[in-house]
C-alpha cells in the first residue's frame, strides 16, 4: 500500500466461477451476496431487484448508499466483503448492514480435513473488535453476508451521509437506521429501531441506548426530540476528537435521526393508505402530521436523483481587432488593403496582403487537445528515460523548529538498489550555492548539519537509485537526529500576530483621504453615519494540478553540462538556480518544457528545488535523475494559496437619496510560510484589489506577511486579488445589514464611476485603465434575470421550507492587469519561417493548458495570413528565448503575442520586395522560397516592454514635488495596465439540517476585450470559475496547530492527498450554467484588442460562497437571529450545518464545550448559551 508503506508479499485474487464468492441472490428471508461481489455488480443488481419489486425496501437503501461509495472506478473493483474487513470506521456500507441486521458466514479449512469448509456467523455489528481491527483469524475469509429482507410495510431503513463533497468522498459522518413500527393502543409504536454510526468512534457502532429509549414508545416528533438528548450523551465527543469537527458530528448524528423521523413519518403516511385496503374493518392510525415547512427535512441528497448539468455559452461573432499593434507597429488588420508605407517612420503601415482567411477571432479548438483527449500527450514523466536513468526520492524532516544534529545514511545505503545519497556536504564539494528563494534567496535547497529545520518536510538530502521503491525505501531508511526546541512553533496567522513573527520589510499601506477622522465621526448633517467593525478570514487552497512536479536532468560534456527537463512555470528561474546549486555556468544549462499537466501558480516559484534536487544528483552521479513527487509529498511541500486574516472597520452614510459609502479601514495578514518566496507581491496585489468595485472616498489598507513554520506559500491563480476582494464582499453585506438596505443596491450605487481614482491612484476610464464596462455588466444581468423576481422567489420558498433554505448573489469583480513589478513586463520570442511555408515559434511562455500556445500560433498565423496548421511552436526553452518571466499574472498571451508580432513583423519587412514582386496570389511558400534564394533572412527575435508608465508601482515616500492637483497616490505610478471585468450571478439551495449545497444556476458575464479564441476563453472562465467555488466551499487545507492538536508533529500538514482534501467534481458544477463574452468591448492596449482571461474569472466563483451566505442567513432568522455573523472562507459542509444555528447545533456545541468544562478545573464556569451559540466558529487553519 503506497501511503502506508505497507508492502504484501502475496494477493489474492479469487475466480469468479466460486458462486458463492460472487453471486447476489434471494431467498424467501434474505438477500445472500457474495463477498467478493464488487460494489458496481451489487449496486446494479439492487436496482433491478427494485424495479422487478423484490423487496424494494431492503435493496433501494443499499443501492442509494452505494451510488454515493468512492468512484464508479474504485466500485467496479472493490468488492463488500473487502469494505468489511478492512473495518474503516467512516465506511457508508458498514453501518448501513449493521442496523439492518445483517450476518457475516465466515468460513475456513477443517483442521483435520482439507475437504471440510467449517462456517460460523457473525453479526455485522459484532464483526468489528476496534480500529481497523476484525473477527476473522488468519485462517478465515468472509464468504458471503446475508441480509434480512425488509417487511412489506411498517419497517423502514434509509441511509444518511455527509461528506466534504457530495460525490467521490469518504463520510465525515454516515449512519444506517431502521426500525419496525406496530399498531397498538389506537397508534403507532415502535417496535424495534436500530441505529448505526460511521465517524462517531474508532468502529462501526450501534446506539443502544438510544435504540433501548426508543423501543416501545409511540412514533412520534416528542419521542424522537427526547432521543436526541440520549443519543448526544451516548455519542459525546471530545473537542479534541480524532478527525476533530466534534460539535459538526455530533449535530450531524442527532440530525440524522430527526431527519429519519421525518423521512418513515412520510413514508408511514403512505403505508396507511396501503394497510387499509388490506385490513378492511381494522383501524389504521393515522401517522404523525408532518407540517408542511417541515417537510424538507426529510430530503436526503443519498436518495435523490443525481442532478444533470446544462448551459449555454454564448460569444459575439469573430472578428480581428486591431491593438496595441496598430500603435506599435500600426499594422493593419484589413485583409482588403495590400498597400504599404514607405515612408520610413517607425510606425510603419503594414497589411498582410497574404491573408486568405483569419485567424484571429475564431473559436478554434485547444492544439492540444486531441492528443489531451486521447492520452497521447506527452508530460515530463512520460519522456522516454535515457539508459542508466536513476530515480530520485527526496529526504525530508518529519520535525520543525529544531535543529538538525545528524543525517546517517548507512541504512539507506543498505537497501537493494540504492546507488547514492547525497545532502549538503555534497552539493558543498561541486561548489554549488545552496541558497535559493525568488526575491529573498532565505531558503536552502539541503538544511546543512546544525542549521535550524523551519518546517515539516524541509528536504535534507536526496537519494538516487535503480528503481522508485527502492530510492523511497532508502529515503525512509537515513536516520534523522533532531535537537530540542525550546519554543513553540509558529503555525497559524494569530501564532505570528501574538509573537510579532513578520516579514517586516514587506510591510506596505494603501491610504487616500482621511480614514482616522471620517470613522471618528459619528454624526453628519446628511443623515446617519452608520461604522460597522469585524473580521474576516480565508482558508489555503492546495494547487491539485494533474501533474505533480516532476524533472529529469541530464548531464553531457562530462558533466559540465545539464539539460533541464521539467514541469515548471519559470524555465529561465529554473535554469539559473540549477547552475548556481551545481556550480554550472547557466550558458551551459538547458531547461526544456514541452507542457504542464496544469500549474495555476504552483510551479512558478516551487517547482524550482525539486529541479535543482534532481541536477545536483545528476551532476554528482554522473547519470541521469528523474525526480517524481507523490501527489502526497507534494501536497506537504510546495506550499498552497495563502491564507488571509483581516481585522476592518468600515462606514457609510445613509441619506434619504440612498447609502453612501464613507470609509473603509483594514489590516490584512496572510500566513507565508517558513520562506518569504512571493508572499510580499501577493500581499500587495490584495491591498490593490480590496476595493474591488467600489468608491470608497477614504481608504486605508495595511498588508502584513506573517512568517510561519507551514511550508513556504506562494502564487496561485488570482495571486491575492480573490482574498482582497473577498473581504471587500463581506464589508459590503456588513454594512447592507447595519445600513438596513439590499446588499445589491448598496453595492450597484458605489461603484466606481468615469473619473473616479482608486486608492492607489488609477483613474477608472478610457485612457487609464480602459473602459470601464462593469455597471453596465451589473444593470444587464439585473434586470435579463430579473432580480427582484428571484429575491421574492427565493423569499417564498424560504418562508414555505424550514429546513432547506436558497440565497442568491450578484457579484462584480476587476482584476487588474501586469506584474506590479515593471522589470517583469516583458517577452522575447523566436520566429523562423521554412521555405516550405511553415512556421516555428519559440518564446518565453509555457503552456500548462490554458491555450496560451494556440493563441500566439493565431496571431501569428493571422500576421503571416496562413491556416493556423502551419504555425508550431515545439517547446518552451531556455537556449531559444532567454531571460525569460513566468508564465504568471495572466500576461502571458499580452506580452508573447505582441513578442511574436514584433518578429513576425521584422520577417514581413524583408519579405516586402519579393512579396511585391510576385504578386498578391503569391503563397507563403513561394515568398520564402524566393527569399532564401536572395539571402534574405526568414528568422527574426521579437521583444516586448510594456509601456512603462502603465505598469510599476511605488511603494517609497513622496517625493517633495508631488502635484496637490493629480489624483492621490498616482504619483506612484499605475501597477496595471487595465482591468479585466466581469459579474456573475449564483443561486444556491442548502440543507440546514446537513450543510450540503447545491450550486442551482450560475451566469457569468466577463468582458475579455476582442477574444483572440472564444471557446478557450470561455473554457478559462468555466475553469476558473469552478476553481474558486472549490476555494470557497470544499477546499480546507489543515495543518497541526493548536485547533488541531490531534494531527502530529506540529506544523504537519493533514490534507496532503485526496482522501482528505477535495476539490470540486462532477456533480458541483451548477446544475444551469450560462458563460456570456460581452460585445463591442475594444481593449486598444493589448494584442489584437484581447484581454487576459486566466486569473479574473477566479473571484466570481466566490458569488457561490455569498449566496450560501444568504441562505444561512435566511436559516438563521428562522431562529429570530437576524444579527451580524462572520462566515469564514470557506463554507464547508460543517461551516454551512453549524452557522445556521439552529436548536439542535446550538444544543451540541453546548454539549461538546460542557464535556471540556467538566474536564477542566473550572468546572464552575456557567454556560450562557447564546452567546456560546454566537461565538462559535467551526476550526480552520489559517
Same mark, same amino acid.
Given at each position: 500500500?503506497?501511503?502506508?508503506?505497507?508492502?504484501?508479499?502475496?494477493?489474492?485474487?479469487?475466480?469468479?466461477?466460486?458462486?458463492?464468492?460472487?453471486?447476489?441472490?434471494?431467498?424467501?428471508?434474505?438477500?445472500?451476496?457474495?463477498?467478493?461481489?464488487?460494489?458496481?455488480?451489487?449496486?446494479?443488481?439492487?436496482?433491478?431487484?427494485?424495479?422487478?419489486?423484490?423487496?424494494?425496501?431492503?435493496?433501494?437503501?443499499?443501492?442509494?448508499?452505494?451510488?454515493?461509495?468512492?468512484?464508479?472506478?474504485?466500485?467496479?473493483?472493490?468488492?463488500?466483503?473487502?469494505?468489511?474487513?478492512?473495518?474503516?470506521?467512516?465506511?457508508?456500507?458498514?453501518?448501513?448492514?449493521?442496523?439492518?441486521?445483517?450476518?457475516?458466514?465466515?468460513?475456513?479449512?477443517?483442521?483435520?480435513?482439507?475437504?471440510?469448509?467449517?462456517?460460523?456467523?457473525?453479526?455485522?455489528?459484532?464483526?468489528?473488535?476496534?480500529?481497523?481491527?476484525?473477527?476473522?483469524?488468519?485462517?478465515?475469509?468472509?464468504?458471503?453476508?446475508?441480509?434480512?429482507?425488509?417487511?412489506?410495510?411498517?419497517?423502514?431503513?434509509?441511509?444518511?451521509?455527509?461528506?466534504?463533497?457530495?460525490?467521490?468522498?469518504?463520510?465525515?459522518?454516515?449512519?444506517?437506521?431502521?426500525?419496525?413500527?406496530?399498531?397498538?393502543?389506537?397508534?403507532?409504536?415502535?417496535?424495534?429501531?436500530?441505529?448505526?454510526?460511521?465517524?462517531?468512534?474508532?468502529?462501526?457502532?450501534?446506539?443502544?441506548?438510544?435504540?433501548?429509549?426508543?423501543?416501545?414508545?409511540?412514533?412520534?416528533?416528542?419521542?424522537?426530540?427526547?432521543?436526541?438528548?440520549?443519543?448526544?450523551?451516548?455519542?459525546?465527543?471530545?473537542?479534541?476528537?480524532?478527525?476533530?469537527?466534534?460539535?459538526?458530528?455530533?449535530?450531524?448524528?442527532?440530525?440524522?435521526?430527526?431527519?429519519?423521523?421525518?423521512?418513515?413519518?412520510?413514508?408511514?403516511?403512505?403505508?396507511?393508505?396501503?394497510?387499509?385496503?388490506?385490513?378492511?374493518?381494522?383501524?389504521?392510525?393515522?401517522?404523525?402530521?408532518?407540517?408542511?415547512?417541515?417537510?424538507?427535512?426529510?430530503?436526503?441528497?443519498?436518495?435523490?436523483?443525481?442532478?444533470?448539468?446544462?448551459?449555454?455559452?454564448?460569444?459575439?461573432?469573430?472578428?480581428?481587432?486591431?491593438?496595441?499593434?496598430?500603435?506599435?507597429?500600426?499594422?493593419?488588420?484589413?485583409?482588403?488593403?495590400?498597400?504599404?508605407?514607405?515612408?520610413?517612420?517607425?510606425?510603419?503601415?503594414?497589411?498582410?496582403?497574404?491573408?486568405?482567411?483569419?485567424?484571429?477571432?475564431?473559436?478554434?479548438?485547444?492544439?492540444?487537445?486531441?492528443?489531451?483527449?486521447?492520452?497521447?500527450?506527452?508530460?515530463?514523466?512520460?519522456?522516454?528515460?535515457?539508459?542508466?536513468?536513476?530515480?530520485?526520492?527526496?529526504?525530508?524532516?518529519?520535525?520543525?523548529?529544531?535543529?538538525?544534529?545528524?543525517?546517517?545514511?548507512?541504512?539507506?545505503?543498505?537497501?537493494?538498489?540504492?546507488?547514492?545519497?547525497?545532502?549538503?556536504?555534497?552539493?558543498?564539494?561541486?561548489?554549488?550555492?545552496?541558497?535559493?528563494?525568488?526575491?529573498?534567496?532565505?531558503?536552502?535547497?539541503?538544511?546543512?548539519?546544525?542549521?535550524?529545520?523551519?518546517?515539516?518536510?524541509?528536504?535534507?538530502?536526496?537519494?538516487?537509485?535503480?528503481?522508485?521503491?527502492? @530510492?523511497?525505501?532508502?529515503? /525512509?531508511? !537515513?536516520? =534523522? +537526529?533532531? %535537537?530540542?526546541?525550546?519554543?513553540?512553533? $509558529?503555525?497559524?496567522?494569530?501564532?505570528?500576530?501574538?509573537?510579532?513573527?513578520?516579514?517586516?520589510?514587506?510591510?506596505?499601506?494603501?491610504?487616500?483621504?482621511?480614514?482616522?477622522?471620517?470613522?471618528?465621526?459619528?454624526?453628519?448633517?446628511?443623515?446617519?453615519?452608520?461604522?460597522?467593525?469585524?473580521?474576516?478570514?480565508?482558508?489555503?487552497?492546495?494547487?491539485?494540478?494533474?501533474?505533480?512536479?516532476?524533472?529529469?536532468?541530464?548531464?553531457?560534456?562530462?558533466?559540465?553540462?545539464?539539460?533541464?527537463?521539467?514541469?515548471?512555470?519559470?524555465?529561465?528561474?529554473?535554469?539559473?538556480?540549477?547552475?548556481?546549486?551545481?556550480?554550472?555556468?547557466?550558458?551551459?544549462?538547458?531547461?526544456?518544457?514541452?507542457?504542464?499537466?496544469?500549474?495555476?501558480?504552483?510551479?512558478?516559484?516551487?517547482?524550482?528545488?525539486?529541479?535543482?534536487?534532481?541536477?545536483?544528483? @545528476?551532476?554528482?552521479?554522473? /547519470?541521469? !535523475?528523474? =525526480? +517524481?513527487? %507523490?501527489?502526497?509529498?507534494?501536497?506537504? $511541500?510546495?506550499?498552497?494559496?495563502?491564507?488571509?486574516?483581516?481585522?476592518?472597520?468600515?462606514?457609510?452614510?445613509?441619506?434619504?437619496?440612498?447609502?453612501?459609502?464613507?470609509?473603509?479601514?483594514?489590516?490584512?495578514?496572510?500566513?507565508?510560510?517558513?520562506?518569504?518566496?512571493?508572499?510580499?507581491?501577493?500581499?500587495?496585489?490584495?491591498?490593490?484589489?480590496?476595493?474591488?468595485?467600489?468608491?470608497?472616498?477614504?481608504?486605508?489598507?495595511?498588508?502584513?506577511?506573517?512568517?510561519?513554520?507551514?511550508?513556504?506559500?506562494?502564487?496561485?491563480?488570482?495571486?491575492?486579488?480573490?482574498?482582497?476582494?473577498?473581504?471587500?464582499?463581506?464589508?459590503?453585506?456588513?454594512?447592507?445589514?447595519?445600513?438596513?438596505?439590499?446588499?445589491?443596491?448598496?453595492?450597484?450605487?458605489?461603484?466606481?464611476?468615469?473619473?473616479?481614482?482608486?486608492?492607489?491612484?488609477?483613474?477608472?476610464?478610457?485612457?487609464?485603465?480602459?473602459?470601464?464596462?462593469?455597471?453596465?455588466?451589473?444593470?444587464?444581468?439585473?434586470?435579463?434575470?430579473?432580480?427582484?423576481?428571484?429575491?421574492?422567489?427565493?423569499?417564498?420558498?424560504?418562508?414555505?421550507?424550514?429546513?432547506?433554505?436558497?440565497?442568491?448573489?450578484?457579484?462584480?469583480?476587476?482584476?487588474?492587469?501586469?506584474?506590479?513589478?515593471?522589470?517583469?513586463?516583458?517577452?522575447?520570442?523566436?520566429?523562423?519561417?521554412?521555405?516550405?511555408?511553415?512556421?516555428?515559434?519559440?518564446?518565453?511562455?509555457?503552456?500548462?493548458?490554458?491555450?496560451?500556445?494556440?493563441?500566439?500560433?493565431?496571431?501569428?498565423?493571422?500576421?503571416?495570413?496562413?491556416?493556423?496548421?502551419?504555425?508550431?511552436?515545439?517547446?518552451?526553452?531556455?537556449?531559444?528565448?532567454?531571460?525569460?518571466?513566468?508564465?504568471?499574472?495572466?500576461?502571458?498571451?499580452?506580452?508573447?503575442?505582441?513578442?511574436?508580432?514584433?518578429?513576425?513583423?521584422?520577417?514581413?519587412?524583408?519579405?516586402?520586395?519579393?512579396?511585391?514582386?510576385?504578386?498578391?496570389?503569391?503563397?507563403?511558400?513561394?515568398?520564402?522560397?524566393?527569399?532564401?534564394?536572395?539571402?534574405?533572412?526568414?528568422?527574426?527575435?521579437?521583444?516586448?516592454?510594456?509601456?512603462?508608465?502603465?505598469?510599476?508601482?511605488?511603494?517609497?515616500?513622496?517625493?517633495?514635488?508631488?502635484?496637490?492637483?493629480?489624483?492621490?497616490?498616482?504619483?506612484?505610478?499605475?501597477?496595471?495596465?487595465?482591468?479585466?471585468?466581469?459579474?456573475?450571478?449564483?443561486?444556491?439551495?442548502?440543507?440546514?439540517?446537513?450543510?450540503?449545497?447545491?450550486?442551482?444556476?450560475?451566469?457569468?458575464?466577463?468582458?475579455?476585450?476582442?477574444?483572440?479564441?472564444?471557446?478557450?476563453?470561455?473554457?478559462?472562465?468555466?475553469?476558473?470559475?469552478?476553481?474558486?467555488?472549490?476555494?470557497?466551499?470544499?477546499?480546507?487545507?489543515?495543518?497541526?496547530?493548536?485547533?488541531?492538536?490531534?494531527?502530529?508533529?506540529?506544523?504537519?500538514?493533514?490534507?496532503?492527498?485526496?482522501?482528505?482534501?477535495?476539490?470540486?467534481?462532477?456533480?458541483?458544477?451548477?446544475?444551469?450554467?450560462?458563460?456570456?463574452?460581452?460585445?463591442?468591448?475594444?481593449?486598444?492596449?493589448?494584442?489584437?484588442?484581447?484581454?487576459?482571461?486566466?486569473?479574473?474569472?477566479?473571484?466570481?466563483?466566490?458569488?457561490?460562497?455569498?449566496?450560501?451566505?444568504?441562505?444561512?442567513?435566511?436559516?438563521?432568522?428562522?431562529?429570530?437571529?437576524?444579527?451580524?455573523?462572520?462566515?469564514?472562507?470557506?463554507?464547508?459542509?460543517?461551516?454551512?450545518?453549524?452557522?445556521?444555528?439552529?436548536?439542535?447545533?446550538?444544543?451540541?456545541?453546548?454539549?461538546?464545550?460542557?464535556?471540556?468544562?467538566?474536564?477542566?478545573?473550572?468546572?464552575?464556569?456557567?454556560?450562557?448559551?447564546?452567546?456560546?451559540?454566537?461565538?462559535?466558529?467551526?476550526?480552520?487553519?489559517?
Amino acid at each position: 500500500m503506497k501511503f502506508k508503506n505497507a508492502p504484501y508479499s502475496r494477493l489474492i485474487q479469487p475466480s469468479e466461477s466460486i458462486s458463492n464468492l460472487y453471486d447476489v441472490t434471494t431467498t424467501p428471508t434474505h438477500l445472500e451476496i457474495g463477498a467478493c461481489t464488487s460494489l458496481s455488480t451489487l449496486q446494479h443488481k439492487c436496482d433491478t431487484l427494485s424495479k422487478d419489486g423484490v423487496s424494494p425496501r431492503t435493496v433501494n437503501p443499499l443501492h442509494d448508499m452505494l451510488r454515493w461509495f468512492a468512484s464508479t472506478q474504485i466500485r467496479n473493483v472493490a468488492c463488500l466483503g473487502g469494505n468489511l474487513v478492512t473495518a474503516s470506521p467512516i465506511s457508508d456500507m458498514n453501518p448501513m448492514l449493521a442496523c439492518m441486521n445483517a450476518i457475516l458466514i465466515i468460513s475456513s479449512l477443517s483442521d483435520t480435513d482439507d475437504n471440510t469448509v467449517i462456517r460460523r456467523t457473525v453479526p455485522v455489528s459484532d464483526f468489528f473488535l476496534g480500529y481497523r481491527k476484525v473477527n476473522l483469524q488468519k485462517n478465515e475469509l468472509v464468504e458471503k453476508i446475508e441480509v434480512p429482507l425488509l417487511q412489506e410495510t411498517l419497517e423502514y431503513a434509509m441511509p444518511f451521509k455527509q461528506a466534504r463533497r457530495r460525490e467521490d468522498d469518504i463520510s465525515i459522518v454516515t449512519a444506517g437506521m431502521r426500525t419496525l413500527l406496530i399498531i397498538k393502543d389506537g397508534g403507532f409504536i415502535v417496535e424495534n429501531i436500530s441505529i448505526s454510526f460511521g465517524g462517531m468512534a474508532p468502529t462501526t457502532i450501534l446506539a443502544t441506548k438510544t435504540a433501548e429509549f426508543i423501543t416501545g414508545k409511540p412514533f412520534n416528533e416528542t419521542t424522537f426530540e427526547n432521543a436526541q438528548k440520549v443519543l448526544k450523551s451516548e455519542i459525546a465527543l471530545p473537542e479534541n476528537v480524532p478527525g476533530g469537527q466534534a460539535e459538526y458530528r455530533m449535530t450531524l448524528a442527532c440530525s440524522f435521526l430527526y431527519k429519519f423521523f421525518l423521512g418513515v413519518a412520510l413514508e408511514l403516511k403512505k403505508d396507511t393508505a396501503v394497510l387499509q385496503g388490506k385490513m378492511p374493518g381494522v383501524e389504521i392510525p393515522e401517522a404523525p402530521i408532518i407540517e408542511e415547512d417541515e417537510v424538507s427535512g426529510a430530503a436526503n441528497f443519498v436518495s435523490a436523483k443525481k442532478p444533470t448539468s446544462r448551459g449555454t455559452q454564448k460569444y459575439p461573432a469573430p472578428k480581428v481587432a486591431e491593438g496595441l499593434e496598430k500603435e506599435l507597429y500600426d499594422i493593419k488588420s484589413d485583409i482588403k488593403s495590400v498597400s504599404i508605407s514607405e515612408d520610413g517612420s517607425k510606425k510603419q503601415r503594414l497589411t498582410m496582403p497574404l491573408a486568405k482567411m483569419n485567424a484571429v477571432g475564431k473559436a478554434t479548438p485547444h492544439m492540444s487537445a486531441p492528443l489531451h483527449c486521447t492520452g497521447e500527450a506527452l508530460y515530463t514523466d512520460d519522456i522516454p528515460l535515457p539508459s542508466r536513468t536513476l530515480q530520485g526520492s527526496l529526504i525530508h524532516a518529519t520535525q520543525c523548529n529544531v535543529t538538525l544534529e545528524n543525517i546517517d545514511v548507512s541504512s539507506g545505503l543498505e537497501i537493494p538498489g540504492v546507488i547514492s545519497i547525497y545532502t549538503y556536504s555534497d552539493l558543498a564539494d561541486i561548489g554549488g550555492d545552496n541558497t535559493l528563494g525568488p526575491i529573498k534567496h532565505d531558503e536552502v535547497l539541503f538544511v546543512p548539519i546544525g542549521e535550524k529545520i523551519v518546517t515539516v518536510g524541509q528536504v535534507l538530502g536526496i537519494v538516487v537509485a535503480e528503481t522508485l521503491e527502492s @530510492a523511497e525505501a532508502g529515503a /525512509r531508511a !537515513v536516520k =534523522v +537526529t533532531y %535537537g530540542t526546541s525550546e519554543s513553540k512553533p $509558529i503555525i497559524s496567522i494569530e501564532d505570528a500576530i501574538q509573537a510579532g513573527s513578520f516579514y517586516d520589510f514587506a510591510s506596505h499601506v494603501i491610504e487616500k483621504g482621511d480614514v482616522e477622522s471620517v470613522l471618528k465621526n459619528k454624526v453628519s448633517e446628511e443623515g446617519q453615519v452608520v461604522t460597522v467593525s469585524g473580521s474576516f478570514r480565508s482558508g489555503q487552497q492546495e494547487h491539485f494540478y494533474l501533474e505533480t512536479n516532476c524533472t529529469l536532468a541530464i548531464p553531457s560534456e562530462s558533466d559540465t553540462n545539464l539539460t533541464i527537463y521539467c514541469s515548471t512555470q519559470a524555465a529561465n528561474k529554473t535554469q539559473m538556480f540549477c547552475a548556481s546549486t551545481t556550480n554550472t555556468p547557466a550558458s551551459k544549462v538547458v531547461v526544456r518544457m514541452k507542457r504542464m499537466g496544469g500549474g495555476f501558480g504552483g510551479k512558478e516559484t516551487r517547482s524550482v528545488f525539486i529541479s535543482c534536487a534532481a541536477a545536483v544528483a @545528476a551532476k554528482l552521479s554522473s /547519470r541521469p !535523475v528523474r =525526480v +517524481t513527487l %507523490g501527489r502526497d509529498v507534494d501536497m506537504s $511541500i510546495t506550499g498552497a494559496r495563502h491564507s488571509f486574516v483581516t481585522n476592518y472597520s468600515a462606514s457609510a452614510l445613509v441619506t434619504s437619496e440612498g447609502v453612501k459609502l464613507l470609509a473603509l479601514d483594514v489590516k490584512l495578514y496572510n500566513n507565508g510560510g517558513c520562506g518569504f518566496d512571493l508572499s510580499g507581491p501577493v500581499m500587495d496585489r490584495a491591498l490593490f484589489h480590496v476595493d474591488n468595485c467600489y468608491f470608497w472616498p477614504n481608504f486605508r489598507a495595511a498588508g502584513h506577511v506573517c512568517k510561519t513554520a507551514q511550508p513556504v506559500h506562494t502564487a496561485f491563480r488570482g495571486f491575492g486579488g480573490p482574498q482582497g476582494m473577498a473581504v471587500t464582499e463581506h464589508v459590503i453585506d456588513h454594512l447592507a445589514l447595519a445600513c438596513n438596505v439590499p446588499g445589491d443596491s448598496l453595492r450597484r450605487n458605489n461603484m466606481y464611476k468615469v473619473g473616479d481614482h482608486t486608492p492607489f491612484g488609477m483613474v477608472m476610464g478610457e485612457s487609464c485603465s480602459g473602459k470601464w464596462n462593469i455597471p453596465t455588466m451589473w444593470d444587464r444581468l439585473y434586470q435579463e434575470l430579473d432580480f427582484p423576481s428571484r429575491h421574492a422567489a427565493i423569499d417564498e420558498f424560504n418562508s414555505k421550507n424550514k429546513w432547506t433554505k436558497r440565497g442568491v448573489s450578484l457579484t462584480p469583480t476587476k482584476f487588474g492587469i501586469a506584474f506590479t513589478s515593471r522589470f517583469m513586463n516583458q517577452g522575447g520570442a523566436l520566429v523562423h519561417l521554412y521555405t516550405d511555408g511553415t512556421i516555428l515559434i519559440s518564446h518565453g511562455g509555457t503552456e500548462m493548458g490554458q491555450g496560451l500556445h494556440t493563441k500566439v500560433c493565431q496571431v501569428a498565423a493571422q500576421a503571416f495570413g496562413v491556416p493556423l496548421e502551419s504555425v508550431y511552436i515545439n517547446d518552451t526553452s531556455t537556449d531559444k528565448v532567454a531571460n525569460t518571466q513566468p508564465t504568471a499574472a495572466s500576461m502571458s498571451t499580452d506580452m508573447y503575442g505582441m513578442a511574436t508580432l514584433d518578429a513576425c513583423k521584422k520577417i514581413l519587412d524583408r519579405l516586402k520586395p519579393i512579396r511585391e514582386r510576385l504578386g498578391n496570389q503569391a503563397s507563403l511558400r513561394e515568398i520564402a522560397n524566393a527569399a532564401f534564394f536572395e539571402r534574405i533572412e526568414l528568422s527574426a527575435t521579437g521583444f516586448f516592454a510594456l509601456d512603462e508608465s502603465r505598469c510599476g508601482y511605488d511603494f517609497g515616500p513622496p517625493p517633495d514635488d508631488v502635484s496637490s492637483d493629480a489624483p492621490e497616490n498616482q504619483w506612484r505610478g499605475n501597477p496595471f495596465n487595465y482591468f479585466t471585468q466581469g459579474v456573475v450571478s449564483c443561486e444556491v439551495e442548502i440543507e440546514v439540517l446537513t450543510g450540503n449545497h447545491r450550486i442551482l444556476r450560475s451566469d457569468i458575464l466577463v468582458d475579455v476585450g476582442s477574444s483572440i479564441n472564444p471557446v478557450i476563453d470561455i473554457g478559462q472562465i468555466e475553469g476558473a470559475f469552478i476553481q474558486g467555488v472549490g476555494w470557497c466551499t470544499l477546499e480546507e487545507v489543515i495543518y497541526a496547530d493548536d485547533d488541531h492538536t490531534w494531527i502530529r508533529p506540529a506544523g504537519k500538514v493533514f490534507t496532503s492527498g485526496p482522501g482528505t482534501y477535495k476539490i470540486p467534481a462532477f456533480n458541483d458544477v451548477p446544475e444551469e450554467f450560462n458563460v456570456s463574452l460581452m460585445e463591442d468591448v475594444d481593449n486598444p492596449v493589448a494584442v489584437h484588442s484581447s484581454k487576459a482571461v486566466g486569473e479574473p474569472p477566479f473571484f466570481l466563483g466566490c458569488s457561490v460562497f455569498f449566496a450560501i451566505k444568504e441562505a444561512v442567513r435566511a436559516a438563521r432568522s428562522e431562529n429570530h437571529n437576524d444579527s451580524y455573523f462572520e462566515m469564514r472562507l470557506p463554507a464547508t459542509s460543517e461551516r454551512v450545518r453549524m452557522m445556521c444555528a439552529d436548536k439542535i447545533a446550538a444544543e451540541n456545541i453546548v454539549a461538546v464545550r460542557k464535556n471540556v468544562q467538566d474536564e477542566s478545573s473550572e468546572a464552575a464556569a456557567i454556560l450562557d448559551t447564546t452567546q456560546l451559540v454566537s461565538a462559535f466558529q467551526p476550526k480552520g487553519s489559517y
